[in-house]
C-alpha cells in the first residue's frame, strides 16, 4: 500500500462524512445561536447515544447501553480489544466539537480499520463533563468500577435532582453497572479537541498527550464582621472580602512559582453584598492543576498555608474544606511510541503536550493502557458555542489511529509469541 | 487517596495534603508502570520487546522528586557520599543529594576513573543507578569507585529489571538497593501487555 505524502485529498469523502455527522449530532440538544446543551443524564444525552447506536448498527456492529448509561458498538469480536471513543454530553451551551468529535472519529477507524487479530470496539462514556453533577467522568468511572455507590448517592445537580433519580428517568440504573473497563482493553484511544492554543501557536496538526492533569478544589469560607462602611474606623475592621482579595492573589502567586501548576479562583460569594456594610463573609473555590500529584497537592497546600497567614493578620476566621480530589495521570508511553512513528512515516506535524483538562482517557488509563490525540481547535474556544475546529483535522487524528491499531496489533501478537 | 472523600473544617492546612509514603510510592509505581514500558517493533539486544523508558522519571521534576524522597528512604545509614557515573542517573543522583544532604562523587569526564568531589581512602559510597540490567554498567562503577580509593557499600537505583544484576554485584561484595522491581511495576494496573 502506498502512503501519501499528506492525507487531504485521501480523506476528503471521511472528512465530509465527519462533518455530517458532527452537524447532525449538533442538532440533539442544538440551540439557536450555534451552541449545544446535552446534560448528563437527560433525554437529549440519550438521543445522542440512540443515533450513534444507528451509526454503529448501519456499519454492521452490535451496540449495548450499560446501567451507567455508556454506549458500546463491537466492530469486530474478539478480546483483548481495541477501544476507541469519548462522550458526548456537553456542558450548558457547550460546542459541537467537544466530546462528539472524538466518537464520530472512532467510528471512522473502526469502519475502515480492517481485519485485525484483536477485537475493535467504539465507546460514547456518558456523563463526561463535571457540569450537571459536579463530578466528572462519571460514565468512565463507573465502568472502570472507580466510584462507589455512597459516593454516586451523594451527587445531585443545582435543581436538587440527584444524579440516581436523574438517570431513572431516562431509563438507567448506574448503581448496577458492572465493572467492565479492565484487562480485557489492550488499549484506549481517544480523540479530542485541545481546548487550548499549543497546536495552533506551533502550527501543529496533531497533539500527542503524555499526561493529563488533576485538580484540587478547595473552598475557604472566609468569616469576618459585618459592621457598618460609614461608622467602623479602618483599624477596627475584620473584612472578609479584603482577606479573600488576598487570598485570591495568593492563588495566582502560588501557580506562578511552578511552570507545571495552574490556579484559579472561579467562584465568590459575598455576604451580605451590600454597598454599605464591610463584607461579613466570604466564600471562595479554588481549583489546582498539575500533571504530577504531588506538585498538585504541594501547590495546594501552599495555598491553604497562604490563605491561613492572611486570616490570623486580618482577624478573620478560616474554614476550609477539600471539595474534591483527582490525581493526574501520565499516560502510557509505548502506544504513544507507536502513535509518533505513524505521524513521522505520514510526515504529519504533531506536537507532545500535557492536557490541562480531565477527560475519560485519564479514568480509563487507571485500568489499561490509554493513548489520547488532540487536534486543534479555533483560537483555542472550548466549551462555548463557538467551539470550532476541522472535520479535516478529525479525518486525519482517524486515519493515524487505523494506521496505530493496525501496527499495534502486530506488535502485541508478536509480544505474546 | 484516603482523603478523597473526607470534608473537614478548620484543620491545620498543610496536613490534608501530606502525603504518606505509601501514597507517594504508589503513585510513582503507577506513573512509572502506566508509561514506562515502551513497546518496540524491532527486537531489542536481548530480543525483549518490552523496554523500560528511564527518561520518563528522569526528565520529569515531579516524577524525579517523588522518586528521590522514595529513594531517600533506602541509602543505608552508613553510607558517606553518593556516586554517580552515567550523565542520566546524574539527575536523580543531584535530586537525591538535595533530598538527602549527603554530598556527591561526580566521575570526572576529562579523566577517566577518576570522581570530582571530596573524599578519603575508605569513604562509604553509595552508587546511583537508574536501571539495572544485568548489572554490568553499576559493576563498572563500583570498581571504578573502588580503584580510585573509596568503598563502594551499595547501588542504589530506581528499577532492578531482575536480570542477575542483584547477583553480578553480590558476587563483588556489594549490595543493590531498588526503589522497585520489575515484578512491583508488572504487578500495577495499565500495565504493557505481557
Ligand atoms: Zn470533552
Redesign the interface.
Known sequence: MSIPATGTPSLAPTAQRVGERLSELARIGGETGGGVTRLAYTETERDAHRRFCAWANAAGASCNTDPAGNSVAVFQEGT?YFLIGSHLDTVVHGGRYDGAAGVVGALETAEAIGPVHLGVRVVAFAAEEGARFGRPTLGSSLAAGLLDG??LAKLRDARGTTLLSAASSVGLDPAQTPSWL?DDV?CYFELHIEQGRQLEAGSARIGLV??IAGS?RLQLDLRGRADHSGATPMRARADALAAASECVLAVEDTARRNR?TVATVGRMHINPNNVTTIPGQVTLTVDVR??????Q??A??LV??A??KIAVRRGVR??????S?Q?P??????PR??LY?ECRARGVAFRVLPSGAGHDAAVV??????AMLFIPCVDGVSHAPNEQASPGDIALASDLLCRAIR??DE??L???R | MAMGGRRRRGTLPAEPFTPTREELRAELAGDLSRGGYVLRGGDGPSGDRRYFDKFLVLCRPGLLTRAARLLAGIVSDECERLAVTGVPSTALATALAQETGLALLLADDTHPGRFGGDFSAGTRVALVEDVVFTGGTALAGTRALRAAGAEPLDVVCLLDRQSGGAQLLAGDGVGLRALFTETDLLAQPGQPPR
Open positions: 483483548p455512597d459516593a479492565g489492550a503524555d499526561a484540587v507545571s498539575d500533571v504530577d500529584p504531588d506538585l497537592r504541594r495546594a497546600g491553604l498555608e490563605a491561613t478560616l474554614a476550609p474544606e477539600v471539595l480530589l490525581p495521570v501520565v499516560l502510557s508511553a509505548w511510541a507507536i512513528d488509563a487507571r485500568r489499561a493502557p490509554a501496527r499495534t506488535l502485541l508478536a509480544a505474546r
